[in-house]
């Protein structure tokens, strides 16, 4: 009894319990919509649950269409079982994430505890702390797409690397979930070949021995049989649509964009909102201190293995991220988030061997609840109500307004959003098997040929289209769109009326619904 | 040691010379408005949480401090005057440096940090008073790479 009640474990209990405070709380409600990418990936998993097909109907695909993106296929099929067990909901799809985050804490605990530069006996407790904390962790923790999931898995993989590694062994398990992670995000997908080629050369004498032969072929094998589905891919436009024009030295702005401190702690360059919490940055400002202290520890101790395993996570981890574009995008460097936990915890840990713990205990505790009260104000309070917009806010109320009605037919206009129809296919539960049967068989079999994208699409009472005024206002239906789809002049000129209008939280009309009056319009166009 | 800090200071004082000082205690009309659609998106029951974090003049110290102290670690306003390939030699040559002289290091950077988090960035020169800094660092990161790698 005495060993289950022991400080480690009563104090990792108390760090599951507020990480599930803080993961959980609210979950459904906040963010306060479907973002495009859940709604997506949602769909799909239960577009496959129902005919074992994709939105499009390809049968069990190894890398999904969705947008053009061809999303690496794992996290949907994952989804499929909490899709099965919870529904399709959007807590179905965000658990997932809250899951693999509660991994993470684990993951970070025992990297602090088998890397052996950390002397202090408190510093496995402090990371634990820092990384259930920490905005960036806590706002992915919270996602229902593919991209949590993908850094915990690799993550996870270079642990067990790491601790064969420290006994010349070889982990098959650790260099098996790496490949596995190349099936759950973009990003994994380049940055786990690097990091295998990286850690063979930098630690070849460890990995390279006699003993290891065998192993290192079982090995080879196992990640050739995994790599089959992506060898496949890569003869395909599919594998290639993350990669735009590539410049040297558009890498190395982006590099030092994702590595400079004030990204890291201070206002993050990520343009699209989506990715980020307003007046929050990815790490608290003040943990700027440690992480100084800890790059610094890791410079004094570069001959050190553990000090060479970390510094070559965080080098290595934005590297796809810089790969793939012109624009920033924080959740491409996913993977800087351990990396980053461990060297701020290394920093901590050098503070302990100058101050006593209490100070630093209490000096941590204070700045931890201050900065969790300006978390609650970014993400409880600004978040839902500034980034609805960004989070496809409305789309859950309008498909309530067609549900309701569905004897109406309606026109909603897409025209500066094409991709609104899947949020309506999510809310809607729309039958997979109806929807497929819009695609042809060539556009199935060129599947993986990114063939032409057309985002107008009908489906039960509802067409997504731009609002075709020459014709749709003689026609008894509801046009949908919002004050720049439809306009004042236009509602007057045509006799349409408000029947609803769906606000975001700051009051901006997000949808409006009017009715068409084809006799009135009739009547007039006759008399004109 | 000494003259080193008195050199440093006749750097700072430059630099509050030409920069345009942040206003703590005022705020602009874009601050105003912006203050005012935060105040609206608290809830009703937060209301007086509302009043102390985002009208309170200590809070607006705090996040002007906490802007100010950032943007000094911006590495991509560095562009502008000096050229990247400084950068993993002054990383270099600054930790040497703590490494042998702790303290001093530790007090000639905290001169030019807490100069620009009070005075913030408003300077068309941008924030000279750390170049004597990054330059003494990257000669002696480059002096140590060649002459002597054991430090």
């Known amino acids: 009894m005495t060993k289950i009640f022991n400080f480690q474990n009563i104090f990792l209990l108390f760090v599951l319990l507020l990480a599930c405070f803080i993961f959980t709380f609210s979950l459904s409600n906040i963010p306060n919509g479907v973002y495009v990418d859940e709604a997506t990936i949602g769909y799909n998993a239960y577009s496959i649950m129902t005919t074992s097909r994709d939105e499009f109907g390809k049968q069990f695909p190894i890398a999904f269409r969705f947008f053009g993106a061809y999303t690496p296929p794992l996290f949907v099929y994952v989804a499929v079982i909490f899709i099965k067990l919870l529904g399709l909901n959007i807590f179905s799809l965000r658990i997932i994430s809250v899951i693999a985050s509660f991994l993470g804490i684990f993951i970070v605990y025992i ?40 850094y915990v898995i690799f993550s996870l993989g270079c642990l067990l690397i790491w601790n064969k590694l420290k006994t010349h062994q070889i982990s098959t398990i650790g260099y098996l979930l790496l490949s596995i992670s190349t099936y759950i995000a973009h990003t994994q997908r380049y940055l786990a070949p690097i990091f295998i080629l990286f850690t063979a050369i930098l630690y070849r004498k460890q990995l390279f021995v006699v003993k290891n032969k065998k ?14 589905p992506n060898l496949y891919l890569v003869t395909t ?39 980020t919490i307003p007046s929050m940055s990815l790490f608290y400002f003040w943990l700027i201190i440690p992480f100084f202290i800890g790059i610094y520890r890791l410079f004094n101790s570069q001959k050190n293995d553990s000090s060479k395993y970390i510094l070559l996570m965080f080098l290595l981890a934005p590297i796809p991220g810089a790969l793939s574009g012109h624009f920033i995008s924080v959740q491409r460097v996913l993977t800087l988030i351990i990396p980053i936990i461990l060297i701020i915890s290394l920093g901590f840990d050098n503070l302990y061997t100058k101050f006593k713990s209490v100070y630093i205990h209490m000096i941590l505790a204070i700045s931890i609840s201050f900065s969790l009260i300006l978390f609650w104000r970014s993400y409880y309070v600004f978040f839902p109500y500034q980034r609805a917009i960004w989070w496809s806010y409305g789309y859950q109320q309008l498909s309530k307004v067609i549900q309701d009605n569905p004897n109406n037919k309606y026109i909603i206009d897409n025209t500066r959003n094409s991709s609104g129809y899947i949020d309506l296919l999510f809310y809607l539960k729309y039958p997979a098997i109806e929807f497929q049967k819009q695609f042809t068989h060539d556009f199935i079999y060129k599947y ?42 236009q509602i007057q000129e045509h006799f349409l009326i408000k029947i609803f209008d769906i606000k975001d939280p700051t009051g901006k009309t997000i949808f409006a619904g009017y009715q068409t009056n084809p006799v009135k319009k009739m009547k007039d166009s006759k008399n004109k | 040691m000494v003259i080193a800090t008195i050199l440093y200071l006749l750097v700072v004082y430059f630099q509050y010379q030409t920069t345009t000082p942040t206003n703590y205690f005022t705020k602009t009309q874009i601050e105003l408005i912006e203050q005012q659609q935060r105040m ?20 607006n110290i705090y996040f002007k401090l906490e802007k100010n102290f950032i943007k000094i670690f911006d590495l991509t306003i560095y562009n502008k005057y000096l050229t990247i390939l400084m950068l993993p030699v002054f990383i270099y040559g600054y930790f040497c440096l703590v490494k042998i002289k702790t303290k001093q ?5 905290l001169i030019p940090i807490v100069t620009l988090t009070i005075l913030g960035h408003q300077n068309i020169y941008g924030p000279f008073v750390l170049y004597p800094l990054i ?17």
Not at chain 1, 221 to 228: E, M, N, P
């Open chain 2, 135 to 151: 330059f003494i660092s990257v000669l002696f990161g480059i002096k140590t790479y060649i002459y002597d790698q054991n430090i």
């Open chain 2, 105 to 109: 290091m530790i007090l000639l950077s």
């Open chain 1, 448 to 489: 993986y040929d990114n063939p032409p994208y057309n985002a107008n699409y009908s489906f039960a009472n509802i067409s997504l289209r731009p609002i075709y005024w020459q014709t749709d206002i003689y026609e008894n239906q509801i046009l949908v769109g919002d004050d720049l789809a439809i306009s004042e002049g």
């Open chain 2, 40 to 59: 609206d998106s608290y809830p009703q029951y937060a209301y007086r949480l509302a009043n102390i974090i985002e009208a309170r003049p200590e809070f």
């Open chain 1, 111 to 150: 990297f602090v505890k088998s890397l052996d530069i950390y002397n202090s006996k408190y510093t496995k407790y402090i990371s634990t702390i820092l990384y259930i904390t920490c905005p960036w962790v806590i706002f992915n923790a919270r996602l229902g797409y593919e991209v949590t999931l993908g």
């Open chain 1, 237 to 275: 436009n599919a594998f290639w649509v993350k990669n735009t024009n590539f410049s040297i030295l558009d890498f190395i702005s982006q590099l030092l964009v994702y590595f400079s401190p004030s990204t890291l702690f201070g206002q993050s360059p990520d343009i699209n909102l989506q990715h």
């Open chain 1, 215 to 228: 192993h290192l072929y079982i090995l080879l094998i196992l990640l050739f049989l995994t790599q089959i």
